[in-house]
């Protein structure tokens, strides 16, 4: 492979696995997101995807394989240096952010790689960028609400402003719309849709148990059940009725109408 190809890989596994206990949570997976592509990761729970997501940030190694992530081979790359350029929104961060800051205060300190701090001296352009994002997150009526007072989506769609504050090349979003309304759920869809189809914003990976929350503009799926790879490729090839069965492991119909995906269980009889 030549410079220019590999320059243009976001994410590369190789036979990539992750052991604890003598279980492989991710078992040989071998997968390969490039610059621009919008994945959706789809597996029923336990399937390893939050695993894999947290080897896409570089906070987990895998046990076995190689995994480069934005060029960058984990294990041979400071950390520190590589994180920054990832965002990632995931329920586990919002534990660790101060529930008495505010939501404008909660993206700034993005900017710093820092989850707390108001002391410091931000710049007016960064207080600039985190008010564009929350706006384009629809949450710019909340830039003085408390962090700890928002409701499940509203502190989503925070994390979500915040993890793209650091103007990060690659953009992980694990279950960004579980637990939320059905009207939740549809202006999420609706910004995340923005988002994938906007050409200078980064390539992005979203794990979902539901193929209705799959945004218009996400282009690939990977399909994993019990940490294995079933499927891998663009949406109009791979998610179909057939892999989606076997990724859950019972019998579904999927459906896309329009630009929108749906599925259900195949009727009794
Ligand atoms: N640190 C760990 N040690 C042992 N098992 C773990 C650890 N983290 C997760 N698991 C297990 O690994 C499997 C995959 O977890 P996870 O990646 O969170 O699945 P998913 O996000 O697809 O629901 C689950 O069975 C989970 O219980
Ligand atoms: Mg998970």
Not at 15 to 26: H, I, K, N, P, Q
Not at 78 to 103: H, N, S, Y
Not at 173 to 192: I, N, S
Request: hydrophobic share 40%.
């Amino acid at each position: 492979m030549g410079e220019t190809a590999l320059m243009s890989e976001v994410l590369e596994l190789k036979d990539v696995s992750v052991v604890r206990e003598g279980r492989a949570l991710v078992d040989q997976v071998s997968w390969s997101v490039k610059e621009g592509e919008r994945w959706v990761i789809l597996g029923p729970n336990g399937a390893g995807k939050t695993t894999l997501l947290n080897v896409a940030s570089s906070y987990l190694f895998p046990s076995k394989g190689t995994a480069t992530v934005l060029g960058e081979q984990l294990g041979k790359v400071d950390v520190f240096e590589l994180r920054p350029r990832i965002g990632m929104a995931g329920m586990a961060m919002a534990d660790k952010l101060p529930k008495g800051q505010t939501v404008l205060q909660t993206v700034l300190t993005a900017a710093y790689g820092m989850t707390a701090g108001w002391q410091e001296d931000y710049e007016d352009i960064d207080e600039q960028r985190a008010r564009a994002f929350l706006d384009r997150l629809g949450m710019s009526d909340y830039l003085d609400r408390k962090f700890g007072t928002l409701s499940e989506g509203e502190r989503k769609r925070t994390l979500i402003a915040r993890a793209l504050m650091t103007d990060p090349e690659l953009l992980l979003l694990d279950e960004p719309a579980a637990g939320l309304d059905l009207g939740g759920r549809e202006d999420l869809v609706r910004r995340l849709g923005r988002l994938a189809r906007d050409p200078i914003a980064p390539s992005m990976i979203m794990v979902t148990h539901h193929v209705e929350e799959i945004a218009p503009g996400f282009t690939h799926v990977l399909m994993i059940r019990q940490g294995k790879v079933l499927a891998a490729g663009p949406l109009e090839l791979e998610l179909t009725s057939r892999n989606l069965s076997l990724c859950f492991g019972l019998p579904l119909v999927v459906e896309q109408r329009g630009d929108r995906w749906t599925a259900q269980g195949l009727p009794l009889g």
